[in-house]
């Protein structure tokens, strides 16, 4: 058993809390499978009523990016106030923008 | 025997067979084979535990001598406990641990489901939160029924020998007596014959699945349900009740 327990592939989970919001990213966890994953997920992050919808992907098949790359990513957003839309004054009287 | 007698007694044995199992579930608790696994048994054990608490307390009630989910669940002798031999044998190995509920399962969903249309309102409600839960709780023991039985050969062995074993014990689930009988009359408990039938197609379509073979009807062992039990439960009692003995009418 034990041999076999260390090749299940870890799964990422995501959780929806209520109908018509995100799914969340929660944690992770060992399944063999897609419905074995489903109901670990189940029973492991919604004993509490945290969702009423499960996702769950391979972690295999998640990517991202990396620390390295933080520079070059996101710095040069800083100084680039113009994209919040915070920075433009309302025209007077536009009630709806 | 009287309505309110009979009533009583059936609401103890339906507890009963929960209690027991939850307890054996929660043996597990902090041992099982993986950490999702191990968090799926307590949530069944507790699960299991939370349908016990209202049927005892409803037997309590029924039995208008004062007695509350406590004192039926801590406080009674080994004789007094009506569950079937099924629920109180050991863990053993998982495989044993999932054949024991699957069997479980397969009789409870069913029995569950007709209890919806009882007509005593408080079994109908109970039964009404139970399918819920039973339906997941055979799901899942079904899964790793299959699993384990269309795994390895490793896995397939321990399931067979599992089933093998327990299959003495399933008889028990579907002897008919005067408690039930009385009841099925008065329409308040489901007629066992409806749920064997559940039972066979259930057990059936899963072993077939997990090329398992169904084990012949031998001798069925019984007598849980009058008291009689194997000679685990007297370890089982021990354990549940040693604070309840050991401090009577502790609380925390």
């Known amino acids: 058993m034990s041999k076999e327990k260390d090749n299940w592939p870890l799964w990422e989970v995501f959780i929806q809390s209520k109908r018509g919001l995100e799914?969340?990213?929660?944690?992770?966890l060992h399944a063999a499978d897609?419905?074995?994953?489903?109901?670990?997920a189940r029973d492991v992050y919604t004993r509490r009523q945290e969702g009423n919808s499960i996702w769950v992907v391979l972690a295999e098949h998640m990517h991202a990016?990396?620390?390295e790359d933080a520079e070059s990513f996101y710095d040069p957003a800083d100084d680039k106030v113009y994209r919040h839309p915070t920075f433009y004054t309302m025209p007077e009287g536009a009630k709806y923008i | 025997m009287t309505d309110q007698e009979?009533?009583?007694t059936y609401a103890l044995r339906?507890?009963?067979d929960l209690l027991i199992l939850s307890h054996r579930l929660g043996e597990w608790c902090g041992h099982g084979p993986v950490l999702e696994e191990d968090i799926a048994l307590t949530n069944r054990a507790l699960d299991h535990l939370g349908e016990a608490r209202n049927l005892l307390t409803y037997a309590g009630q029924v039995e208008g001598k004062g007695r509350d989910e406590d004192d039926l669940a801590y406080l009674r002798k080994e004789r007094e406990y009506l569950n079937v031999k099924l629920v109180e044998q050991e863990n053993g190995d998982y495989a044993h641990t999932i054949a024991r509920?699957?069997?479980f399962d397969a009789y409870h969903l069913p029995l569950m489901e007709a209890m919806l249309k009882s007509?005593?309102?408080q079994l109908a409600a109970i039964a009404g939160k139970a399918v819920k839960e039973a339906t997941y709780h055979l799901r899942h023991s079904s899964d790793w029924m299959i699993r384990f039985g269309d795994g390895t050969d490793e896995s397939h062995q321990r399931a067979q020998r599992a089933l093998n074993e327990l299959w003495t014990f399933t008889g028990e689930l579907f002897v008919s007596d005067e408690v039930t009988s009385k009841l099925v009359e008065m329409g308040v408990a489901p007629d066992l014959g409806a749920v064997k039938a559940a039972f066979d197609r259930t057990v059936n379509e899963v072993l077939a699945e997990a090329t398992l073979s169904r084990p012949e009807d031998g001798y069925m062992a019984t007598g849980g349900r009058q008291g009689m039990h194997t000679e685990r439960m007297g370890f089982?009692?021990?354990?549940m009740q040693y604070m309840q003995r050991a401090y009577p009418g502790a609380e925390w």
């Open chain 2, 14 to 16: 339906l507890a009963d």
């Open chain 2, 119 to 121: 007509k005593d309102e």
């Open chain 2, 6 to 8: 009979a009533l009583h």
């Open chain 2, 236 to 239: 089982i009692l021990t354990e």
């Open chain 1, 65 to 67: 990016s990396r620390p």
């Open chain 1, 34 to 40: 897609p419905r074995m994953a489903i109901e670990n």
């Open chain 1, 23 to 28: 799914h969340k990213h929660v944690g992770s």
């Open chain 2, 101 to 103: 509920s699957f069997l």
